[in-house]
């Protein structure tokens, strides 16, 4: 810590914030800024900050959860949650990750193992902000001007340069995220050959924490992920241009799936649990960060609604 006080470089006012801090020290004030605005019965909350100059350490004291994190696959990745059990979990999250976008916070790394249980395992809440980043926009359009607050404008977060980094965890990262970073060219067997997209990087959004919350549910509900590869280059390729699928059965307690392509029941309730769980999955799971479902759409499509989307409604609300 005593490193990262000192100030070595040159300072302008058109330096950059995260170049007048350091990189750490930006990256542990900026979680500290997010956190102090956050209070919400899914999101952990920061209750004290200690800066022990003496020892050269910053403490972050959190609301302690005692369910801890959320275990759902056994060693041979079979799952480990019902389905109603999942379906509980996930109306947690998606509360949370609801107040978060409405206070213009990007999550970035939702994901089972960021999802803590309390104690009595009630709630689950929604943990780790050190790859978060603040949006100014998306706060400001959630919010509307007049309700913008003195925090909203803190410095600290309102330098966006992280948003044109790729952070969280490569399983979980959205398409948008990864189309312009490298993949291994799979023609090469003993050389590595790199390539590097041209196209315009498509804008990191809060859909990219819809994308790892629909992840996320698929892993609840199978054990396994819908992506998955050797290493790290790979995953970014198979999740840019791969399709997944479904297992037969969900959950502990095995209940059918029907598979992945299935015909729309004609009358509405008539649908199964099976079809409503990959309805939801293939709007989270939508490559084009454009079509991909909102958390609004999640919470309140009708089933009567014009658009095909009733399975939505039906298993978010069973």
Not at 22 to 27: N, Q, Y
């Amino acid at each position: 810590m005593s490193k990262l006080r000192k100030r070595n470089l040159p300072r302008s006012s058109n330096t950059p914030l995260v170049d007048q801090l350091g990189s750490t020290e930006h990256k542990i004030r900026k979680e500290i800024a997010i956190m102090k605005k956050l209070s919400h019965p899914h999101i952990v909350r920061l209750l004290e900050v200690i800066d022990d100059r003496q020892n050269d350490k910053i403490y972050m004291v959190m609301e302690y959860l005692g369910g801890g994190e959320i275990k759902w696959r056994t060693k041979s990745d079979n799952p480990l949650l019902r389905v109603d059990q999942t379906r509980r979990i996930c109306r947690d999250v998606i509360l949370g990750l609801e107040y978060l976008h409405y206070q213009g916070i990007i999550h970035r790394d939702i994901k089972p193992a960021n999802l803590l249980w309390t104690a009595d395992r009630r709630t689950v809440k929604i943990s780790d902000f050190g790859v978060s980043t603040f949006s100014y926009a998306q706060r400001l359009a959630a919010a509307g001007k007049g309700n913008i607050k003195e925090d909203d404008t803190d410095p600290i977060l309102m330098d966006e340069s992280d948003l044109s980094k790729t952070a969280g965890t490569p399983m979980f990262l959205a398409p948008e995220i990864i189309s312009d970073a490298t993949t291994l060219d799979a023609a090469s067997s003993s050389v590595l050959s790199l390539h590097t997209s041209a196209r315009k990087k498509p804008p990191i959004t809060k859909a990219i924490d819809i994308w790892a919350f629909g992840v996320t549910l698929y892993g609840l509900l199978f054990g396994i992920l819908p992506f998955n590869a050797k290493n790290e280059f790979e995953i970014y390729r198979v999740i840019r241009t791969q399709d997944w699928d479904v297992p037969d059965t969900m959950g502990l307690d095995q209940l059918p799936t029907g598979g992945r392509h299935q015909r729309r029941p004609r009358r509405p309730g008539e649908e199964t649990e099976g079809y409503l769980v990959i309805d939801l999955l293939e709007r989270l799971l939508e490559k084009d960060s454009r079509k991909r479902i909102t958390l609004e759409e999640v919470k309140f499509m009708s089933p009567s609604s014009d658009v095909p989307a009733s399975g939505i409604h039906g298993f978010y609300e069973t």
